[in-house]
C-alpha cells in the first residue's frame, strides 16, 4: 500500500512539475502610435516594467523549474528596419536589446535576469542605442504585423522559455496618442477663437 502511495505523489509531483514548465514565457510589445508602448509580459512572476514614449524596459527573472536551460550570458541587439516605400522613417525603425545576466542563486535556487529594451525612433536615447547595436547588428524588415523575433535573438523556445514577439508601425506617418491629438486641438481652438475675436 505504501509503494501505491509513493508512486501516486510521484506522479503529482511529476505532473506538477511539467505543467510549471508549460507555462509559456513571454514579453509582447506593440508600438503603433507616438505614445507608451503597449507590453504584457506572461509567465514570469513580479517582472518590472518601464515605459516611456516610444520606449519599454522589461525584466523578467527565467528559474530552473519554468525554463530548462538559461540563455546565453551578454547582450544582443535586433535592428528592424523600415521597409523601402514607407517615405516617413529612416532606415532603422527599432531597436530590441535583449541582456542575459550572469547565473545566480537565492533561496529559490538558480535564477537568470533578463532585460528586453525596445526604443523606437522617435524615443530619446535611440541615436546613443543605435550606436551601441554597431553597424554589424543584426536586422529584420519590420511588418506592421506582430513579428516573433525569439529565434532572431538566439532564444531556443521552448527550451529557453522566454518569446519575445514585436510589433511596430508601418507604411505611413505614426499616430499620435490620444493625449497629443487632444492638445492640438486645442490649440486649434484657441487660434481659431483669437482669429475670430479680431
Known amino acids: 500500500m505504501k509503494h501505491r502511495w509513493f508512486v501516486f505523489l510521484s506522479a503529482l509531483l511529476v505532473g506538477a512539475l ?9 514579453i509582447n510589445i506593440s508600438d503603433l502610435t507616438d505614445g507608451l508602448p503597449i507590453v504584457s509580459v506572461a509567465g514570469f512572476d513580479n517582472p518590472t516594467v518601464n515605459l516611456a ?12 523549474a519554468t525554463s530548462i536551460q538559461p540563455l546565453l550570458p551578454g547582450t544582443k541587439f535586433l535592428l ?26 537565492d533561496a529559490n535556487g538558480p535564477f537568470q535576469t533578463e532585460t528586453v529594451t525596445f526604443w523606437s525612433d522617435g524615443a530619446a536615447g535611440f ?11 543584426p536586422s529584420i524588415l519590420e511588418t506592421g504585423d506582430p513579428q516573433d523575433i525569439t529565434a532572431v535573438l538566439g532564444i531556443n523556445f ?9 510589433q511596430s508601425d508601418i507604411g505611413g506617418a505614426e499616430v499620435p496618442e490620444p493625449a497629443t491629438l487632444s492638445l492640438v486641438a486645442l490649440g486649434l481652438g484657441m487660434a481659431a477663437k483669437r482669429r475670430f475675436r479680431s
Do not use: C, K
Open 18 to 26: 511539467a505543467s510549471a514548465r508549460a507555462e509559456a514565457g513571454s
Open 158 to 166: 521552448p527550451t529557453q522559455n522566454l518569446q519575445i514577439i514585436v
Open 53 to 64: 514614449p516610444e520606449f519599454a524596459d522589461i525584466s523578467v527573472i527565467l528559474r530552473q
Open 80 to 105: 528592424l528596419n523600415e521597409p523601402p516605400s514607407d517615405p516617413f522613417g529612416g532606415p532603422v525603425s527599432d531597436i530590441i536589446r535583449l541582456v542575459a545576466s550572469q547565473i545566480s542563486v
Open 127 to 137: 541615436a546613443a542605442a543605435l550606436a551601441l547595436a554597431g553597424p554589424n547588428a
